[in-house]
């Protein structure tokens, strides 16, 4: 028992920290990042609560180095929203190039709450909610496009690896 306890916590550890790293890796390109179809993809590789530890893990760490604000909880929420809708979706249907759209689409609504929260930090301004998340969509694009392709590299890895717990 302890053992697994001992591995499911360094394996936490090792996929918070490579979480880290892709998402500093392409800090040059706003959100393109492979995070969100890896926490996608270890939702269903490890489960949910494993999957939310690193992302809470990463979107703190990372938050802490790029700058923290209260848009972090945000993030969290919305990852954590998104986690959920991902994993009830995959029940139904398992084929890679299903979930790769469906991983795809669930950055847009990432984008929405996004929207949503900030709207709320910040104030929505005189267009409303609805002007600010389109002023965000060529951002939210570019998340739901580079999730599109990274969700099936990641899953690829992550079948030639095979957890202990």
Same mark, same amino acid.
């Given at each position: ?31 393109? !990042? ?15 609560? $494993? ?39 995959? !029940? ?20 929405? &709450? ?5 709207? &709320? ?18 951002? $939210? ?17 992550? !079948? ?6």
């Amino acid at each position: 028992m302890r053992n697994k306890l001992v591995y499911r916590i360094a394996l936490i550890a090792i996929l918070s920290a490579l979480s880290c790293v892709l998402r500093f890796s392409l800090v040059e390109f706003p959100n393109v !990042k492979p995070i969100t179809a890896l926490f996608l993809a270890l939702a269903l590789w490890l489960g949910f609560w $494993d999957s939310l530890a690193i992302m809470t893990i990463t979107m703190i760490v990372t938050g802490l180095i790029l700058g923290f604000s209260p848009i972090i909880l945000g993030q969290i929420f919305g990852y954590a929203v998104i986690i959920i809708i991902f994993k009830s979706i995959s !029940k139904f249907n398992q084929n890679i190039i299903f979930l790769s759209v469906i991983a795809g689409g669930m950055a847009f609504i990432f984008g929405a &709450l996004i929207s949503a929260v900030s709207g &709320l930090l910040y104030g929505f301004g005189s267009g409303g909610y609805l002007a600010y998340w389109i002023a965000g969509l060529p951002f $939210d694009a570019a998340h739901a496009f580079s999730t599109l392709i990274f969700y099936p590299i990641i899953v690829m890895i992550l !079948k030639r690896i095979r957890p202990r717990h």
